[in-house]
Protein backbone atom coordinates (compact mmCIF):
# COMPACT_ATOMS: atom_id res chain seq x y z
CA UNK A 1 0.00 0.00 0.00
CA UNK A 2 1.35 3.39 -0.98
CA UNK A 3 -0.13 6.39 0.09
CA UNK A 4 0.88 10.07 -1.88
CA UNK A 5 -0.07 13.55 -0.84
CA UNK A 6 1.02 16.32 -3.14
CA UNK A 7 2.11 19.66 -2.33
CA UNK A 8 3.09 22.94 -3.36
CA UNK A 9 0.96 24.10 -5.46
CA UNK A 10 -0.52 27.60 -5.81
CA UNK A 11 -1.25 31.11 -7.74
CA UNK A 12 1.80 31.88 -10.19
CA UNK A 13 2.23 34.59 -12.76
CA UNK A 14 2.90 33.20 -16.63
CA UNK A 15 7.05 32.61 -16.82
CA UNK A 16 7.04 32.06 -13.35
CA UNK A 17 8.21 28.72 -11.74
CA UNK A 18 6.59 26.46 -9.00
CA UNK A 19 8.15 23.10 -7.00
CA UNK A 20 5.39 20.34 -5.93
CA UNK A 21 6.36 17.64 -4.07
CA UNK A 22 4.44 14.31 -3.84
CA UNK A 23 4.95 12.41 -0.24
CA UNK A 24 4.49 9.02 -0.49
CA UNK A 25 4.12 6.71 2.74
CA UNK A 26 4.90 3.17 2.34
CA UNK A 27 8.65 1.19 2.48
CA UNK A 28 8.32 0.27 -1.09
CA UNK A 29 8.13 3.28 -2.51
CA UNK A 30 11.71 2.99 -4.31
CA UNK A 31 10.41 0.01 -6.00
CA UNK A 32 7.64 2.26 -7.92
CA UNK A 33 7.73 4.48 -10.81
CA UNK A 34 6.42 8.03 -9.80
CA UNK A 35 3.85 9.44 -12.64
CA UNK A 36 2.72 13.66 -12.69
CA UNK A 37 -0.83 13.75 -14.53
CA UNK A 38 -3.11 17.13 -14.56
CA UNK A 39 -6.63 17.66 -15.49
CA UNK A 40 -8.27 20.81 -16.37
CA UNK A 41 -11.63 21.87 -16.19
CA UNK A 42 -13.76 20.13 -18.41
CA UNK A 43 -10.39 18.22 -20.13
CA UNK A 44 -9.78 15.03 -19.61
CA UNK A 45 -6.78 14.03 -17.12
CA UNK A 46 -3.49 14.40 -18.94
CA UNK A 47 -0.28 12.79 -18.71
CA UNK A 48 2.81 14.76 -17.69
CA UNK A 49 5.84 13.19 -17.31
CA UNK A 50 6.98 9.91 -14.76
CA UNK A 51 10.02 9.15 -13.36
CA UNK A 52 11.84 5.02 -13.31
CA UNK A 53 11.81 3.85 -9.80
CA UNK A 54 15.88 4.53 -10.03
CA UNK A 55 15.33 7.84 -11.01
CA UNK A 56 18.13 7.37 -13.97
CA UNK A 57 15.07 7.71 -16.73
CA UNK A 58 12.20 9.99 -16.96
CA UNK A 59 9.66 10.66 -20.04
CA UNK A 60 7.69 13.82 -20.71
CA UNK A 61 4.18 14.84 -22.45
CA UNK A 62 5.52 17.16 -25.18
CA UNK A 63 3.73 19.93 -23.87
CA UNK A 64 6.40 20.46 -20.50
CA UNK A 65 9.45 18.94 -22.70
CA UNK A 66 11.82 21.09 -21.95
CA UNK A 67 9.98 23.17 -18.96
CA UNK A 68 9.27 20.33 -16.31
CA UNK A 69 11.92 18.31 -14.38
CA UNK A 70 10.58 15.19 -12.64
CA UNK A 71 13.44 14.31 -9.40
CA UNK A 72 13.13 11.98 -6.79
CA UNK A 73 14.28 11.39 -3.42
CA UNK A 74 14.05 7.56 -2.57
CA UNK A 75 15.53 8.29 0.90
CA UNK A 76 12.51 10.70 1.46
CA UNK A 77 10.26 9.39 -0.21
CA UNK A 78 9.37 11.85 -2.28
CA UNK A 79 9.17 13.28 -5.52
CA UNK A 80 9.55 16.35 -7.70
CA UNK A 81 7.95 18.38 -9.94
CA UNK A 82 9.69 21.24 -10.90
CA UNK A 83 7.62 23.35 -13.09
CA UNK A 84 9.14 26.43 -15.47
CA UNK A 85 8.00 28.90 -18.26
CA UNK A 86 4.62 28.38 -16.98
CA UNK A 87 2.13 29.28 -18.87
CA UNK A 88 -1.88 29.99 -18.69
CA UNK A 89 -2.43 26.48 -19.83
CA UNK A 90 -0.26 24.55 -17.74
CA UNK A 91 -3.71 25.42 -14.94
CA UNK A 92 -4.66 22.17 -13.94
CA UNK A 93 -4.66 20.30 -10.47
CA UNK A 94 -2.00 18.58 -10.42
CA UNK A 95 -1.77 14.69 -9.49
CA UNK A 96 1.48 12.76 -8.47
CA UNK A 97 0.79 8.43 -9.03
CA UNK A 98 2.30 5.39 -8.59
CA UNK A 99 2.92 1.97 -10.40
CA UNK A 100 5.50 -1.01 -10.02
CA UNK A 101 5.81 -1.97 -13.08
CA UNK A 102 8.25 -1.48 -15.27
CA UNK A 103 7.88 -0.86 -18.89
CA UNK A 104 8.19 0.98 -22.04
CA UNK A 105 7.58 4.52 -21.50
CA UNK A 106 4.66 4.92 -23.82
CA UNK A 107 3.11 2.47 -21.36
CA UNK A 108 3.43 4.90 -18.28
CA UNK A 109 1.00 7.47 -20.42
CA UNK A 110 -1.97 5.55 -19.51
CA UNK A 111 -3.78 6.88 -16.47
CA UNK A 112 -5.14 3.29 -15.97
CA UNK A 113 -1.93 1.48 -15.03
CA UNK A 114 -1.45 3.45 -12.17
CA UNK A 115 -2.50 1.81 -8.56
CA UNK A 116 -1.81 5.01 -6.38
CA UNK A 117 -2.88 8.50 -6.60
CA UNK A 118 -2.67 11.49 -4.83
CA UNK A 119 -5.31 14.08 -3.98
CA UNK A 120 -4.19 16.71 -5.76
CA UNK A 121 -3.17 20.05 -6.00
CA UNK A 122 -3.99 23.54 -7.78
CA UNK A 123 -1.63 25.18 -10.03
CA UNK A 124 -3.01 28.34 -11.60
CA UNK A 125 -1.00 30.26 -13.88
CA UNK A 126 -2.17 33.76 -14.59
CA UNK A 127 -1.26 35.69 -17.83
Known amino acids: QVQLVESGGGLVQAGGSLRLSCAASGRTFSSYAMGWFRQAPGKEREFVGV????????WYADSVKGRFTISRDNAKNTVYLQMSSLKPEDTAVYYC????????????????????WGQGTQVTVSS
Open 97 to 116: AATPVTASPHYYRDWGVYDY
Open 51 to 58: IKWSGDNS
